[in-house]
T-cell receptor, first 116, second 113 residues
Framework: DADVTQTPRNRITKTGKRIMLECSQT?????MYWYRQDPGLGLRLIYY???????NKGEISDGYSVSRQAQAKFSLSLESAIPNQTALYFC???????????????FGEGSRLTVL | AQSVTQPDIHITVSEGASLELRCNYSYGATPYLFWYVQSPGQGLQLLLKYFSGDTLVQGIKGFEAEFKRSQSSFNLRKPSVHWSDAAEYFC???????????FGAGTRLFVKA
């Protein structure tokens, strides 16, 4: 089983619908992230969380919200989806408590969202 | 501001040929530098990383990268490419706090027989 699991892997929805992407991890890491990948733009950070009580906006948080339900779970919500939110979304984790915190990220397999 | 530039959007090499993917970064101090690979339909996987010491670092799958401070570069190399290396490659820089990763736009590698 994957250490970082994302559900759903693929989703097609309509403009205005509420969508939730879920992420769970078994790595025991404290930090979790949501990234968005668009062709030619690389990965851009949407939100990140350093622990259950800590949520921070990334560079493109508008139109998104998150919830850290437990150390192992971090969900991303689109309250009212719009077509330009069509993208590949990645959840990632990192371990700040490692011997040397270099920020290495461990990724899920991605959730492809299409908004019609 | 921190930034990462990968000048090549895509590169095509023949199987067995050598490979070099370019990466330039902008950062005030010595950053932590990473190369990740994304195979089709997969998440990103770490190839190698540099944070101190020897400027030539070895990674998985026969890849290596060299940190050149004077050129603000961290180019990825492989002496002989295999068809399974076809993927997208991302260079990334992390601040010294270890919590903010900036990714380049990626370079897609095509391997021809």
């Amino acid at each position: 089983d994957a250490d970082v699991t994302q559900t759903p892997r693929n989703r097609i929805t309509k403009t205005g619908k509420r969508i939730m992407l879920e992420c769970s991890q078994t790595k025991g890491h404290d930090r979790m992230y949501w990234y968005r990948q668009d062709p030619g733009l690389g990965l851009r950070l949407i939100y990140y969380s350093f622990d259950v009580k800590d949520i921070n906006k990334g560079e493109i948080s508008d139109g998104y919200s998150v919830s850290r339900q437990a150390q192992a779970k971090f969900s991303l919500s689109l309250e009212s989806a719009i077509p330009n939110q069509t993208a590949l979304y990645f959840c990632a984790t990192s371990d700040s408590l490692a011997g040397m915190n270099t920020g290495e990220l461990f990724f899920g397999e991605g959730s492809r969202l299409t908004v019609l | 501001a921190q930034s990462v530039t990968q000048p090549d959007i895509h590169i095509t090499v023949s199987e067995g040929a050598s490979l070099e993917l370019r990466c330039n970064y902008s950062y005030g101090a010595t950053p932590y530098l990473f190369w990740y690979v994304q195979s089709p339909g997969q998440g990103l996987q770490l190839l190698l990383k540099y944070f101190s010491g020897d400027t030539l670092v070895q990674g998985i799958k026969g890849f290596e990268a060299e940190f050149k401070r004077s050129q603000s570069s961290f180019n990825l190399r492989k002496p002989s490419v295999h068809w399974s290396d076809a993927a997208e490659y991302f260079c990334a820089v992390v601040n010294t706090g270890g919590f903010k990763t900036i990714f380049g736009a990626g370079t897609r590698l095509f391997v021809k027989a």
